[in-house]
């Protein structure tokens, strides 16, 4: 095993230059699955090296409900510093597995909680029109069916105060975002992302990069739907300017009020459509980036397989039957 179950829990520094890049040269369709593959899967191979960093330390310890085997010398020696490592990756894969299923809760909470404030309104009414003067517009992500409660589908909530800010063409516009925001799954891409984040530190750079992906790839869905690439950016910056805070943090919102990401947005919609391939060019930053970014992926699912394989072949060993 040695040094290549390491090699993971660094490995995702390669995806931060393509994380500021990519926006530059891909569309953001393809910017938002390029980066949300590379965080998943960098993501899992932190979380199986920190557990089979876990099994080398928990072997060590007293009253282990592990085989004797399992702390047999040969063991420890597969691992670099196995009494200091295997020890210290127990805390910090059980706070890595705390923070992601707080994380998961949150998610939960808040489809619930807003699932639960569109109840009193017409199931079949697209989008929902909240009686809220505070000018506002998000996409509720549907919910799959459980014992006693059946699946909800996703909805877009607007207020009455927002549809008030815009006329009938900017409208168009923002419906046409949030209902683009449900039909491409962006919720999936950005729990993808967060919980990456939760599992290694250093994937935390991905997740504003996608979450400004999935905006963009919704404003080029919108400015499809109603034509007009001018009008769509107009309606993000009224609605940007008239919005004071998001009243569900987590969901995707129209124009949220936070300085910078809208402002890129409306520039972006004034230039010319983006380009539809899915890789950058090779002789760019960008495509350099994205090469080294490839590169460190592999090698962190490489290393990840060769650790675990490597482990499972001298514990088996040291194991008897």
Request: aromatic content about 4%; glycine content about 6%.
């Amino acid at each position: 095993m040695g040094v290549f179950v390491f090699l993971p829990l660094v490995l995702p520094l390669t995806a931060l230059p393509i994380a500021r890049l990519a926006e530059q040269h891909l569309h953001p369709r393809a910017t938002t699955r390029l980066l949300t593959l590379l965080a998943a899967v960098l993501g899992l191979c932190s979380t199986l090296c920190l557990g089979l960093l876990v099994v080398v330390g928990t072997a060590q310890l007293r009253g282990n409900p592990l085989p004797d085997g399992w702390s047999d010398p040969q063991v420890r020696a597969a691992v670099p510093f196995a009494e200091v490592a295997g020890v210290a990756a127990i805390p910090l894969l059980a706070a890595a597995l705390t923070v992601c299923g707080a994380a998961l809760r949150r998610d939960r909470r808040i489809r619930a909680r807003t699932h639960r404030a569109l109840n009193g309104l017409p199931a079949d009414a697209d989008p929902a029109v909240l009686p809220d003067d505070e000018p506002y517009a998000y996409a509720v992500p549907g919910t799959p069916a459980r014992p006693g409660r059946p699946a909800r589908p996703g909805r877009v909530a607007v207020s009455r105060g927002m549809l008030r800010s815009l006329d009938g063409d900017e409208r168009r516009a923002l419906f046409a975002h949030e209902r683009a925001h449900l039909h491409c799954r962006h919720h999936r891409s950005l729990l993808a992302v967060r919980l990456a984040g939760c599992v290694n530190p250093l994937l935390l750079p991905l997740r504003p990069a996608v979450a400004f992906a999935t905006e963009r790839w919704a404003d080029e869905e919108a400015a499809q739907v109603v034509g007009d690439r001018r009008l769509t950016a107009r309606a993000v910056g009224k609605a940007a300017l008239v919005t004071r805070s998001a009243p569900e943090p987590g969901l995707a919102h129209f124009a949220a009020p936070e300085p910078g990401p809208v402002p890129r947005r409306v520039v972006a919609l004034l230039g010319p459509v983006p380009p539809a391939r899915h890789w950058p060019p090779a002789l760019t930053p960008a495509g350099l980036a994205a090469l080294v970014a490839a590169a460190g992926t592999a090698a962190s699912a490489v290393s990840a397989l060769n650790a675990a394989v490597a482990l499972f072949v001298v514990l088996k060993a040291a194991t008897p039957l």
